[in-house]
C-alpha cells in the first residue's frame, strides 16, 4: 500500500502482521470468529512487543478490544500497531485491524482496535526492566 492509500484510510501504526481470513475461521453465519481476529491483533501485538523490549515478553492483558465491523471470508486482515505507553517494565501496544477485499472493497475498511499489555519477562517468567529506547 502506497503513503497516499494510508493516508486516505487513516491508518496509524505500522504493519506487524497480515494474513488472509479463510473458510475454517468462519461462525455459523459465515462471518470470521472475533477470537480469531483477537488472536491475530494478539500476534501483531506481540511482534512489536518483542521489538520493544529485546527478548521475551508475555501478553498480560487484553483492553479495549472492539469490532467494528465483521470480517468476510477472503479478505486481507493487515494489522497496524503502534506503542501508547511504556512503564518499568510493560509495554502497552493499541492495535488496529484493516481489511481489503479485492472483489468488494476498493478502500481499506477498518474492523477492529484494541489495546495489548505484555510484561518483559527473564528466563524465569520473572518481570524485567524494558531496555532504553533506541
Given at each position: 500500500m502506497?503513503?497516499?492509500?494510508s ?25 470470521i470468529f472475533?477470537?480469531?481476529l483477537v488472536?491475530?491483533?494478539d ?13 521475551r ?7 479495549n ?12 486482515i ?15 501496544i ?7 477485499h ?19 519477562i ?13
Amino acid at each position: 500500500m502506497s503513503a497516499t492509500e494510508s493516508e486516505k484510510v487513516n491508518i496509524q501504526g505500522e504493519l506487524a502482521l497480515q494474513t488472509l481470513a479463510m473458510p475454517k475461521d468462519t461462525n455459523a453465519n459465515g462471518d470470521i470468529f472475533g477470537g480469531w481476529l483477537v488472536s491475530q491483533m494478539d500476534l501483531a501485538a506481540g511482534i512489536i512487543s518483542k521489538q520493544v523490549t529485546k527478548g521475551r515478553s508475555a501478553t498480560v492483558a487484553i483492553e479495549n478490544v472492539t469490532f467494528l465491523k465483521p470480517v468476510s471470508v477472503g479478505s486481507t486482515i493487515s494489522c497496524y500497531g503502534r506503542v501508547t505507553k511504556r512503564g518499568r517494565t510493560s509495554v502497552h501496544i493499541a492495535v488496529d485491524v484493516w481489511t481489503w477485499h479485492m472483489l468488494t472493497e476498493t478502500d481499506g475498511v477498518k474492523v477492529a482496535e484494541g489495546l495489548f499489555v505484555f510484561v518483559a519477562i527473564d528466563d524465569n517468567g520473572k518481570p524485567r526492566p524494558l531496555p532504553a529506547e533506541s
